[in-house]
């Protein structure tokens, strides 16, 4: 029999948050009930990551059930651990994008010097880890044009995209997204804290 926690009803990043919790109990199987599909992916990465097995199960129109039983394989270390074998190990840049625009005054402009900020992102060489986009910045990942292709690039040269699935929730964009990870705020908040260096557009 599975443990049951029900979080239908708690806003993000709450069930990743009572999941983590109720993983320090190391249960062999476990059922997390949600009524959100950004809630679901959360939950399942985070029961991925930590030597589980899950599965979706969509029961009703609101209700989402993750079942997981243990796996034996965890990567939540490594995903996170940089290799120093005697070498000074890159710093991690991540860039925070609020918005598809850069700047005010004009979105026609503002759209460009997106385009063009992240078609010259790879400038930055392994310094660039990781990208937050939340609010309106995720449009940037579900809408054709420039940014999402320069986009995609970053993510297959390794750059790690992370993408605010309350915000793609709130302007329906879920089934849109064409790129990047659906993420929730406690990664945002860690992603935050572990990297070394921030940079706001």
Same mark, same amino acid.
């Given at each position: 029999?599975?443990?049951?926690?029900?979080?239908?009803?708690?806003?993000?990043?709450?069930?990743?948050?009572?999941?983590?919790?109720?993983?320090?109990? +190391?249960?062999?199987?476990? =059922?997390? $009930?949600?009524?959100? %599909?950004? %809630?679901?992916?959360? @939950? #399942?990465?985070?029961? %991925?990551?930590?030597?589980?097995?899950?599965?979706?199960?969509?029961?009703?129109?609101? !209700?989402?059930?993750?079942?997981?039983?243990?796996?034996?394989? #965890?990567?939540?270390? +490594?995903? *996170?651990?940089?290799? &120093?074998?005697? *070498? *000074? +190990?890159?710093?991690?840049? $991540?860039?925070?994008?609020?918005?598809?625009?850069?700047?005010?005054? &004009?979105?026609?402009?503002?759209?460009? $010097?997106?385009?063009?900020?992240? %078609?010259? !992102?790879?400038?930055?060489? +392994?310094?660039?880890?990781?990208?937050?986009? @939340?609010?309106?910045?995720?449009? /940037?990942?579900?809408?054709?044009?420039?940014? /999402?292709?320069?986009?995609?690039?970053?993510?297959?040269?390794?750059?790690?995209?992370?993408?605010?699935?309350?915000?793609?929730?709130?302007?329906?964009?879920?089934?849109?997204?064409?790129?990047? =990870?659906?993420?929730?705020?406690?990664?945002?908040?860690?992603?935050?804290? $572990?990297?070394?260096? @921030?940079?706001?557009?």
């Amino acid at each position: 029999m599975p443990t049951l926690l029900d979080c239908r009803g708690l806003v993000c990043p709450e069930p990743v948050i009572r999941t983590r919790s109720l993983l320090e109990k +190391a249960p062999e199987d476990v =059922e997390v $009930l949600v009524d959100n %599909a950004p %809630a679901s992916e959360n @939950v #399942s990465r985070l029961l %991925a990551k930590s030597g589980y097995a899950p599965r979706v199960e969509r029961r009703e129109e609101k !209700l989402w059930a993750v079942c997981a039983c243990k796996s034996g394989v #965890s990567c939540a270390a +490594a995903e *996170e651990v940089i290799a &120093s074998a005697g *070498e *000074e +190990a890159p710093r991690r840049t $991540l860039v925070f994008l609020s918005s598809d625009v850069v700047g005010s005054g &004009s979105d026609e402009l503002g759209s460009r $010097l997106m385009a063009n900020f992240l %078609a010259t !992102l790879p400038e930055m060489g +392994a310094n660039l880890w990781r990208i937050v986009m @939340v609010n309106g910045g995720v449009r /940037l990942a579900s809408n054709p044009g420039p940014c /999402l292709d320069a986009l995609k690039k970053l993510e297959s040269s390794g750059v790690s995209i992370l993408v605010c699935g309350t915000c793609l929730d709130y302007f329906h964009l879920l089934e849109q997204k064409q790129v990047g =990870e659906t993420t929730n705020m406690l990664d945002i908040v860690t992603s935050l804290d $572990l990297a070394d260096k @921030v940079i706001r557009v």
